[in-house]
């Protein structure tokens, strides 16, 4: 089974409407985080969680909304969904023990998001 | 803000041959990390670099951290069919603290 699984795969929707993008981790991890990528642009980090009481914005945060459920849960939301929003979302996890801190991240499979 | 340039943008090789991308920075970072990301996947770590001028091998692949902390190699040798997809040089970003910036990625495709 993955270790971080994201739920929907791929996702159309509809400008103007409300999205809820799941991440769920068997990892055990503390730490964990939302990027989108679009072709040509890399990843940019849109929110990330040091753990339940603890969001923090990324670099491109306008738009979305974050919430931490438990330890093993994070969810990224589209309030109002706009065409722009188009791209590929990834979660990842990782964990402050062992010293290296957050710098080896585990990523989950994606979700395509398409809005019209 | 702080940039990571990668390069080249997309290499097109036959199978066999060795290849080489780079990331620089004009910014310092103490650490760098190579990922790859196969097509329809996520990115998966290779390689991670915590030591200015260290030298690391994983299989086919070896990465360098630049002595002056602002630059990154990756070279794969003998490259193979699965050896297609993204690789992304990435830092943890000091204004953040923790989480990581990106490169725009290399895109590596690889013909038999």
């Known amino acids: 089974d993955a270790d971080v699984t994201q739920t929907p795969r791929n996702r159309i929707t509809k400008t103007g409407k409300r999205i809820m993008l799941e991440c769920s981790q068997t990892k055990g991890h503390d730490r964990m985080y939302w990027y989108r990528q679009d072709p040509g642009l890399g990843l940019r980090l849109i929110y990330y969680?040091?753990?339940?009481?603890?969001?923090n914005k990324g670099e491109i945060s306008d738009g979305y909304s974050v919430s931490r459920q438990a330890q093993a849960k994070f969810s990224l939301s589209l309030e109002s969904a706009i065409p722009n929003q188009t791209a590929l979302y990834f979660c990842a996890t990782s964990d402050v023990r062992g010293g290296r801190g957050d710098n080896e991240q585990f990523f989950g499979p994606g979700t395509r998001l398409t809005v019209l | 803000g702080q940039q990571l340039n990668q390069s080249p943008q997309s290499m097109f090789i036959q199978e066999g041959e060795d290849v080489s991308m780079n990331c620089t920075s004009s910014s310092i970072f103490n650490t760098w990390l190579w990922y790859k990301q196969d097509p329809g996947e996520g990115p998966v770590l290779l390689i991670a670099?915590?030591?200015?001028?260290e030298l690391t091998s994983n299989g086919r692949l070896t990465a360098q951290f630049g002595i002056t902390r602002k630059d990154s190699f990756l070279n794969i040798s003998a490259s193979i069919p699965s050896d297609v997809g993204i690789y992304f040089c990435a830092c943890p970003t000091n204004q953040a603290g923790t989480a990581l910036i990106f490169g725009k990625g290399t895109t590596l495709s690889v013909s038999s």
């Open positions: 670099l915590y030591k200015a001028g």
């Open positions: 969680s040091f753990d339940v009481k603890d969001i």
